[in-house]
Every structure is written in C-alpha cells, then in structure tokens.
Antibody
Framework: QVQLQESGPGLVKPSQTLSLTCTVS??????????WNWVRQYPGKGLEWIGY???????YYSRSLKSRVTISRDISKSQFSLKVTSVTAADTAVYYC?????????????WGQGTLVTVSS | QSVLTQPPSASGTPGQRVTISCSGS????????VYWYQQVPTTAPKLLFY???QRPSGVPDRFSGSQSGTSASLAISGLRSEDEADYYC???????????FGGGTKLTVL
C-alpha cells in the first residue's frame, strides 16, 4: 500500500506563502491512473478539497482557491508540493495529501497523516 | 458551511443498525456518485464507499451505502465499538467543478 507523508512549517505568518511537501513511498508515483491531491480539514472538522496534479503534470484546482494555489511535483524525489499564497487565519487547518485512483473523479484511497498549519503572527 | 448536509451526530448501542443521511442537490449527488469516508479521531479519513455502494477491500459488509435522487445514506448494521468515528459524504459538484463534502456525522456507540 502506498504511503504518503506531509512535511513543512507548522506556523505561517499572515500574508505569507504556505508551502508543504508530500513524499510518496512504497508505491508508484509516476504512473497513469494516480491523481495526487491536497485536502484540508478545518478545526471545526469540515473538509475542503484543494486540487490535484496527475501523472502528466496536469493540475486541477478548486475554483475557490485557484487564484492562490499551486501544486507541483518532483518525480526524482517522488514528491508533490502545495503552495498557498497570501494566507490568512482562515487557512489554518490540517493539510492532508491523498492519492486519487479508480474512475473519475478519482476518490482518495490513501492519505497522509496530515500536518497542522497555523496562520498567525 | 458544507455543500452537502449531514446530521452532526448519530448514536446506537452495540448490535443495532444506524443510518447516516447526506443531502445534496442536482449538481452534486443528483448528477454524480457519492463517496463515504470514515475518520477515527486523530487519524486521516479512510475511504469507506465509492460509486455510491462499492466497498473497498477490507470494509466489512456490515456497512452499506445507497443513493436516491439528491440524497444518500450510509447504514451500519451490527454496530460495534470500533465503528465510533466521524463519517463524511462526498461527491463531485459540476457547478463548482470540484469535490464537495458533508460536514461530518459523529457516530457514538453507547
């Protein structure tokens, strides 16, 4: 079973850029049929999908976050990354990376453990 | 506020059958499949159902999923203490062009 692990700063100042990386192990990263997602969970439990990058480096973002989000990948390191610009307290959440597989819209069958990011000065 | 609507809580005693509802609208559940995730406290969500009622390997058949119109439901029969968790429904929304989730239902096994 593929393993995913998030990493990055746990504290980001308002107006700065949030940057996280997800390392994929014990499974194929650069293969067709896998879609590498970011999902966040607010302190009140709600889940929000952020976007994905696929095996061909095509990206697809949530319409509400599209202007502030970039997802990229580094095949040599089996990693994909998330950047969210101009963060505010509303971006405070646990951020998960997750693999989407199967038929469209590619549900998430493997998740990282999640990493809490707090936006505060 | 979540696009899909779930009751915030549900409960049952061991052995009982419990149902959790998920209400959506035409662009999401009315047009696309429903997915369910189980989240045990302090862990990541786990895929419980895909395509309305398909169980990934390892999910007990005590769990069942259904969809009708713009609503869906998750049923758990023979309730067990390890079923205590948060349950989320999800679907693709054609209007928003993205995944949408329910607010989650906290299931308590009394």
């Amino acid at each position: 079973q593929v393993q995913l692990q998030e990493s990055g700063p746990g504290l980001v100042k308002p107006s700065q850029t949030l940057s996280l990386t997800c390392t994929v192990s014990d499974g194929p990263f650069y293969t067709g049929g896998s879609y590498w997602n970011w999902v966040r969970q607010y302190p009140g439990k709600g889940l929000e999908w952020i976007g994905y990058i696929d095996y061909s480096a095509t990206t697809y973002y949530s319409r509400s976050l599209k202007s502030r989000v970039t997802i990229s990948r580094d095949i040599s390191k089996s990693q994909f990354s998330l950047k969210v610009t101009s963060v505010t307290a509303a971006d405070t959440a646990v951020y998960y990376c997750a693999r989407g597989v199967g038929e469209w819209p590619y549900p998430f069958d493997s998740w990282g453990q999640g990493t809490l990011v707090t936006v505060s000065s | 506020q979540s696009v899909l609507t779930q009751p915030p809580s549900a409960s049952g005693t061991p052995g009982q059958r419990v149902t959790i509802s998920c209400s959506g609208s035409s662009p999401n559940i009315g047009s696309n499949y429903v997915y369910w995730y189980q989240q045990v406290p302090t862990t990541a969500p786990k895929l419980l159902f895909y395509m309305n009622n398909q169980r990934p390997s390892g999910v007990p058949d005590r769990f069942s999923g259904s969809q009708s119109g713009t609503s869906a439901s998750l049923a758990i029969s023979g309730l067990r203490s390890e079923d205590e968790a948060d349950y989320y429904c999800a679907s693709w929304d054609d209007s928003l062009s993205g995944w949408v989730f329910g607010g989650g239902t906290k299931l308590t096994v009394l």
